[in-house]
């Protein structure tokens, strides 16, 4: 059989890879390229295969680049099987539906600069109308129950404890070529998550594996641990509330925005902070708690137990929380001038309603500005992070006075030794390793760590590479 990586192939975005075993064709994850403007347009437009000679898609989740890029192959006739599991297929619901958005809004400013230019149009490379047709045809699969996704194939589900939903999919594979059967197990990880991560279970780990393809973002970086990050989150909440100062936190709608709300509630009922007004103001982020509510299974015993001693409904809902759709609603919080903790996306403080609260509160010196997440060169996150004195938003210069504090060990992506402990956990089966979804430099740091404790070869395949195996 053969694996063609076709995306997150030594980068850390689209993440794709394609099967090709017993005359089917399988693709796993079909995520959305992210980088420049055109590059991005043009890649995730032309898929590197024909999208109707695909047989199924699994997805390992929902976050954008692993399965951003499915409205778009659904539009060029793919009809076939998507599988997920149950909270995947729920939140990809509402993160297709937002991406559409995203993609008719930019096809849009960018036919006005061509307009000018006196260029045709460019059509959206989706709307959204297209990703509610994908997001009500996925479908839905239990962690553990294994499914037939092509003839010899049965696919199951694992714990990956990276978001709601999240897993990696190992697939039992019956290879028959000529008059021979192999038997042979295909463990693709997806996004590997962290031990002790709010709300979510631990990440499984492998068995049995014979070829594993593996997530490396952070092959090179060993992480905090996550309760230092909720000591630094209560410390920045005490230290602010001193000064009666705001707390605003840009973060992603989705994990980072839940894993928040989730801490500030356990700090509350532990008496560690007192009960402060949090907000939380974007839309996204709402709708993505509610999904969040709806999947107690994916929750782990301490997130139950603390639902039951706590004698709350959720754990992602307390007195003075208040969720925020509306513009008026978000607009109303600028009225108030009592400390609280206002959490808003977008989670590099690029666009969305972060942006107004960051205007409004960035030149009172007792306010704090909390980034938890890493930023991208060039944005304004990264600016703040950086804690530059001037900054511009909305085409205004503002200075800087409030003061800026990073937390790093919120990451939903597991450390080095995670990945090493995550390799060697099916060391005795192992085979071949393929790392994925990484940069060089941490996908080299890594294939040293595994050579050290014998894990070999460990490839680092290029874009439209393929081995056979
Ligand atoms: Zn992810």
Redesign the pocket.
């Known amino acids: 059989m053969k694996i063609l990586f076709y995306g997150a192939a030594q980068t850390v975005t689209g993440s794709q890879h394609l099967l090709e075993v017993n005359g089917k064709r399988i693709l796993l994850d079909c995520g959305f390229f992210q980088g420049r403007r055109q590059e991005a347009y043009e890649r995730n437009l032309n898929f590197p295969f024909e999208p109707t000679s695909l047989d199924a898609v699994i997805l390992s ?1 929902a ?1 954008i ?2 399965s951003g890029n499915l409205p778009n192959l659904v539009k060029q006739g793919y009809e076939k099987q998507i599988y997920a599991t149950r909270a995947t297929a729920h939140l990809a619901n509402i993160m297709l539906m937002d991406s559409g958005h995203i993609q008719e809004y930019d096809a849009q400013y960018v036919n006005k600069r061509r307009a000018r230019r006196g260029e045709a149009p460019i059509e959206p490379l989706y709307t959204m109308d297209d990703a509610a047709n994908v997001a009500a045809s996925i479908n839905p699969k239990p962690y553990q129950e294994k499914f037939e996704v092509a003839p010899g194939v049965l696919a199951h589900f694992e714990d990956a404890g ?2 709601l939903g ?1 897993a990696a999919v190992v697939l039992d594979i019956e290879e028959k070529t000529g008059y021979s059967t192999r038997k042979l197990r295909l463990w693709f990880s ?2 590997i998550g962290r031990r002790g991560l709010p709300l979510l279970r631990d990440p499984v780990l492998p068995s049995q594996a014979d070829y594993l393809i593996m997530e490396c973002t952070y092959g090179d970086k060993p992480h905090s641990d996550p309760q230092e990050a909720y000591n630094e989150l209560k410390d920045v909440v005490v230290r602010t509330l001193k000064r009666r100062g705001k707390i605003i936190i840009p973060a992603f709608a989705v994990g980072r925005t839940q894993d928040l709300v989730y801490n500030l509630h356990v700090m509350i009922e532990n008496g560690e902070i007192p009960n402060l007004p949090v907000y939380v103001d974007s839309p996204l982020a709402v709708n993505a708690t509610d999904i969040y509510r709806a999947h107690p299974e994916c929750f782990d015993d301490e997130t139950h137990q603390f639902i039951r001693q706590n004698k709350h409904h959720t754990a992602l809902g307390f007195e003075h929380l208040v969720y925020t759709r509306s513009v008026e609603e978000s607009k109303a919080i600028n009225q108030r001038d009592d400390p609280m903790v206002i959490i808003s996306a977008s989670g590099m403080a690029e666009t969305g309603r972060i942006l107004h609260h960051l205007k409004n509160n960035i030149e009172d010196p007792r306010n704090t500005i909390l980034i938890v997440s890493w930023q991208a060169p060039h944005t304004l996150g990264r600016r703040l992070a950086d804690r530059e004195k001037e900054v511009r938003i909305f085409g205004e210069t503002y200075q800087r006075r409030a003061e800026v504090a990073t937390i790093g060990g919120f990451s ?2 597991a450390g080095q030794n995670m990945l090493v402990e995550y390799a060697q956990a099916t060391q005795e089966t192992l085979k071949e390793t393929f790392l994925v979804h990484g940069e060089q430099k941490a996908a080299h740091a890594l294939q040293e760590r595994l050579k050290q404790v014998g894990i070999q070869p460990v490839y680092f395949p290029a874009y439209k590479s393929e081995v056979e195996i």
Do not use: K, Q, Y
Request: charge should be negative; glycine fraction near 10%.
């Open positions: 989740h976050h680049d692993h990276h978001i999240s997806g996004d939903a992506h």
